[in-house]
C-alpha cells in the first residue's frame, strides 16, 4: 500500500507541480507562457488515452512487470523533463510521463486491491486516496517555491531518486503473476481513445479565459460520440478492451456516477480559491498556497477517523449526511470577502479538506466492496478513467460557472467577488445533486465491508 500510495502521488503531483513554475519554464525554452500549456494537455491527453489499455496489459504481462515498467518509464521521462532545452522535447517528454502515470494509477490499485481481505478494504483505500487528495493542493505551493530557490529543472529531478526506489521496491514487493493471452481490442482502444482524449482536452480548452466555444463544442460532440459508440462496442466485444461488467452491480455504479458528480465540483476547489485569492483579495501566489494547505491539513487530520466513521453509520449514511457538509464548505467559500482574516478563511477551508476526504475515502471503498477478484482489473481501469474525467471536468465546470456569473453581471469579462460566489454556489449545487444518487443506496450496501449494522 505505501509503495503504490507512493507512486500514486508522484503522478498526482507532477500533473499540477509544474503550473506555477511555467512562466520560468517559458523563459528557459524561449517561448511564451501561454505556450507552456502544450506540456500539461500532452500529459493529460497521453493519460486519458492509455488508461483504457492499462487493464489488457495488466493481464497480459502481470501486474508486477507492468507497475514496475510504469514506475521505470515515469522516472525516465522525468529525467528527459530536466533535460529538455525546448518546449517540443519537453512536450514529447511529458507525453512519455503521461503513458508512464496511466499504467501506474489503475495497475497498482488492482495490485494492493487483490491481496486485501474485505475487511482490510477500508484502510487500504484510505491509503490509496490521500495522494489524489493531497497532491493536487500541495503542488502549486511546492512548485513555485522550488523553481524559486532551485530552478524548475529540479520539479522533476527530485522523482528521479523516488522512482527509482519504487521500482525497486515493486520488483521485490509485487508478486509475481501468470500473464493472460487474451486477445487486444483495437477498436475499443481506438475508440476510447478518441472519446476519452477529445473529451479532456475540451475540459482543457473551456478552462482557459477566454475561450473559444467553437472550438469546445466540437471537441466535446467527438468525444461524445466515440465515447457512445466505444460503449456500444465494449458491450458486444467478445474479449472488451474494458469490462463494463462492474457498472451492473450498484454500489459500484453509485460510486461511479453520483462520486463523479461530487468528484466535479471538489475539484473545482484548487482551481477556483487560488483565483479569488489573487485577483480579489490581491494575496501574492505563495501566500495563496499558503492558505489551500489548509485543505491539505484538513485531509490529513480526517483520516484516522474515516474508518470508525464508516463502521459507526455505513456508507449510505455517511455519503448523504457529509455530502450536505461538502456543499456547506463551498457555500462557506461563497461567503468570504477580502475583508475576512486569514485565520478564518483556513478554518473554513480545513472544515472543507476534513468533509472532502471522508467523501473520498467512502466512495472510493464502497467503489470496491462487491467487486469479486476477477473483475477487479476492469473495475480499477473504469474507476480510474471516471476519476480523470472528473478532475478535468471539475476545473471545466468551475471556469465555465465564472464565465456564466460575467453573464449575470451585465456582461463584465472583469473577475470579481460575485463572479466567485455565484460559481462556488453553484459547486455547492452540484455536491447536492449527487446525494439524489446516494439516496438509491440500500441502509446496509457495503455492511460486509464497513461493518456497520444498518437501522444505526
Known amino acids: 500500500m505505501w509503495l503504490v500510495a507512493g507512486a500514486y502521488f508522484m503522478e498526482f503531483l507532477d500533473a499540477t507541480v509544474i503550473t506555477t513554475a511555467l512562466p520560468e519554464m517559458a523563459r528557459s525554452f524561449g517561448a511564451q507562457t501561454v505556450e507552456m500549456s502544450t506540456g500539461m494537455s500532452a500529459y493529460m491527453l497521453a493519460m486519458a488515452v492509455f488508461i483504457p489499455l492499462s487493464g489488457w496489459i495488466s493481464e497480459r504481462f502481470g501486474p508486477r512487470r507492468v507497475f514496475g515498467g510504469a514506475v521505470f518509464v515515469f522516472t525516465l521521462a522525468s529525467a528527459l523533463c530536466s533535460l529538455s532545452t525546448g518546449l517540443w522535447l519537453f512536450t514529447g517528454a511529458r507525453i512519455l510521463q503521461g503513458i508512464g502515470g496511466a499504467m501506474m494509477v ?24 490521500w495522494p489524489a487528495l493531497t497532491a493536487p493542493v500541495l503542488g502549486p505551493p511546492l512548485g513555485g517555491f522550488i523553481t524559486e530557490q532551485w530552478g524548475w529543472q529540479w520539479i522533476f529531478w527530485i522523482n528521479v531518486p523516488l522512482g527509482l526506489i519504487g521500482f525497486i521496491l515493486a520488483l521485490r514487493w509485487i508478486g509475481v503473476s501468470q500473464g493472460e493471452a487474451r486477445p487486444f481490442d483495437l477498436p475499443g482502444f481506438l475508440l476510447s481513445g478518441v472519446g476519452c482524449s477529445a473529451l479532456m482536452l475540451a475540459c482543457d480548452l473551456a478552462s482557459h479565459t477566454p475561450f473559444v466555444l467553437r472550438d469546445v463544442a466540437v471537441l466535446a ?8 459508440w466505444a460503449v ?31 468528484r466535479m465540483a471538489i475539484n473545482s476547489a484548487p482551481f477556483l480559491l487560488p483565483l479569488l485569492f489573487q485577483l480579489v483579495f490581491g494575496f501574492s501566489p505563495s501566500m495563496s498556497g499558503m492558505l489551500l494547505l489548509a485543505l491539505f491539513a484538513g485531509n490529513l487530520c480526517m483520516k484516522p477517523g474515516t474508518t470508525w466513521v464508516m463502521q459507526r453509520w455505513g456508507f449510505r449514511r455517511v455519503l448523504i449526511v457529509n455530502g450536505w457538509l461538502v456543499a456547506l464548505g463551498f457555500v462557506g467559500c461563497a461567503l468570504l470577502v477580502p475583508g475576512t482574516s486569514k485565520a478564518l478563511i483556513m478554518a473554513v477551508l480545513f472544515f ?10 467512502c466512495l472510493n471503498t464502497l467503489s470496491f466492496c462487491d467487486i469479486a477478484k476477477d473483475r477487479m482489473n ?17 476545473v471545466a465546470l468551475g471556469a465555465a460557472a465564472l464565465q456564466a456569473s460575467t453573464l449575470l ?19 455547492a449545487l452540484f455536491s447536492a445533486l449527487a446525494i439524489l444518487d446516494f439516496v438509491r443506496l440500500p441502509d446496509d450496501a457495503g455492511a460486509h465491508v464497513s461493518g456497520a449494522k444498518s437501522g444505526r
Do not use: Y
Request: charged share 10%; glycine share 10%.
Open 378 to 394: 476492469g473495475a480499477s481501469t473504469l474507476s480510474s478513467i471516471f476519476f480523470q474525467m472528473g478532475i478535468a471536468l471539475g
Open 106 to 129: 489503475p495497475v497498482g490499485r488492482v495490485a494492493v486491491l487483490r491481496g486485501t481481505p474485505k475487511e482490510g478494504l477500508i484502510r487500504a483505500i484510505a491509503m490509496l486516496t
Open 352 to 361: 472543507s479538506g476534513l468533509c472532502r476526504s471522508m467523501q473520498f475515502t
Open 232 to 262: 456500444r462496442h465494449l458491450k458486444r466485444a467478445q474479449h472488451p478492451l474494458v469490462d463494463l461488467r462492474a457498472l451492473s452491480i450498484q454500489t459500484f455504479a453509485v460510486a461511479m456516477w453520483g462520486g463523479s458528480v461530487f
Open 221 to 228: 460532440v467527438v468525444g461524445l460520440v466515440a465515447t457512445v
Open 409 to 427: 453581471n451585465t456582461g463584465s469579462v472583469t473577475l470579481e467577488l460575485f463572479n466567485f460566489q455565484v460559481a462556488f454556489l453553484a459547486m
